[in-house]
């Protein structure tokens, strides 16, 4: 099959045929290889999370040539870290359709389609299982309840925590999700917070297997204690700095950090904690409520 990759200046260039690896995620910390992208022709700000409405009442719209810009710069950052991006084709009438990670989640056991809460976004998990199709993927997708991908975190291989407002992620497709997961025995974390801080993703993201990023402040009380059972210390990410998207990072490898660029405290704590942080620019999409980890859906790591 052929592949598509998006070159810094938004154009669409095919790679040579090669097969399509095999969905396969068992933590989310681990080298990535293949990673699900969708370039951002047609995002525009939607007033359905408490920063995408603070930037639409000061006056944002999206620019696209911007945007595609961003997109573009950070495409081509996964690309030279040797990881393969395979882009979907983005629809006019799907306007969040680049934040990836919300629609399928790569799994020990293959690719999991999600079901988002919001209706504007269901045509974008049907895009996702046709591509699936295409890619001869096996896909498994959750019947029960609402469930997407920013409140979905395999931290490693035995730890699954999922966040759960119950307004995005309900404590139905939390459930479904978790089943395989539970009954291979590993531990399961289920996480509460504020729907106002839309996804885990936005207040919690793992570095490495024992080190991840939290804005304490909002997570439920007994969190921090639950992580320190487990062996897992937290970088403390302020609530404005979490508002920005600074605690939404994508971790490359378990030690290169990708991040959003104008987080200048985050990166020299990050940094000085061992990882090497790689900013990107993508104001675009954080005024629209999605930052780096929402803009990527790892499909497979190796160990």
């Known amino acids: 099959?052929?592949?598509?990759?998006?070159?810094?200046?938004?154009?669409?260039?095919?790679?040579?045929?090669?097969?399509?690896?095999?969905?396969?995620?068992?933590?989310?910390?681990?080298?990535?290889?293949?990673?699900?992208?969708?370039?951002?022709?047609?995002?525009?700000?939607?007033?359905?999370?408490?920063?995408?409405?603070?930037?639409?009442?000061?006056?944002?719209?999206?620019?696209?040539?911007?945007?595609?810009?961003?997109?573009?710069?950070?495409?081509?950052?996964?690309?030279?870290?040797?990881?393969?991006?395979?882009?979907?084709?983005?629809?006019?009438?799907?306007?969040?359709?680049?934040?990836?990670?919300?629609?399928?989640?790569?799994?020990?056991?293959g690719m999991v389609a999600l079901n988002p809460a919001m209706s504007h976004r269901r045509g974008e998990v049907s895009a996702l299982i046709e591509a699936c199709e295409r890619w001869n993927m096996p896909v498994r997708r959750i019947a029960q309840g609402t469930l997407e991908g920013g409140d979905i975190c395999i931290a490693r291989e035995g730890l699954l925590i999922m966040g759960m407002s119950g307004e995005r992620s309900s404590a139905a497709g939390v459930e479904e999700f978790a089943a395989p997961f539970r009954a291979s025995g590993w531990d399961i974390l289920i996480c509460p917070f504020h729907a106002d801080h839309l996804h885990l993703d936005t207040i919690f993201c793992m570095l490495d297997e024992r080190t991840a990023l939290a804005c304490t402040d909002v997570l439920d009380?007994?969190?921090?204690?639950?992580?320190?059972?487990?062996?897992?210390?937290?970088?403390?990410?302020?609530?404005?700095?979490?508002?920005?998207?600074?605690?939404?990072?994508?971790?490359?490898?378990?030690r290169t950090i990708v991040t959003a660029a104008g987080h200048e405290r985050v990166a020299h704590m990050i940094a000085d904690a061992g990882f090497e942080p790689v900013a990107v620019d993508i104001p675009e999409f954080t005024a629209c409520g999605g930052g780096i980890h929402c803009l990527t859906m790892p499909l497979a790591r190796e160990a």
Not at 13 to 40: N, Y
Not at 223 to 228: E, T
Not at 236 to 244: D, F, H, I, L, Q
Request: negative net charge; contains cysteine; charged residues 20%.
């Open 221 to 254: 009380d007994g969190f921090p204690d639950a992580m320190a059972a487990r062996g897992i210390r937290l970088l403390p990410v302020s609530y404005k700095e979490a508002r920005g998207l600074g605690c939404n990072i994508l971790s490359i490898d378990g």
């Open 1 to 109: 099959m052929k592949v598509d990759f998006v070159a810094f200046d938004g154009s669409v260039a095919v790679e040579p045929t090669r097969v399509f690896p095999v969905s396969h995620i068992v933590s989310e910390t681990d080298i990535l290889t293949d990673v699900v992208l969708c370039p951002p022709h047609h995002l525009a700000p939607v007033p359905c999370c408490a920063v995408t409405r603070t930037h639409i009442d000061q006056g944002f719209d999206t620019c696209t040539d911007e945007a595609l810009q961003q997109h573009a710069t950070l495409t081509t950052t996964l690309m030279k870290a040797g990881i393969r991006c395979h882009i979907l084709t983005p629809s006019p009438d799907l306007p969040d359709m680049c934040f990836t990670r919300d629609i399928g989640v790569s799994t020990p056991w």
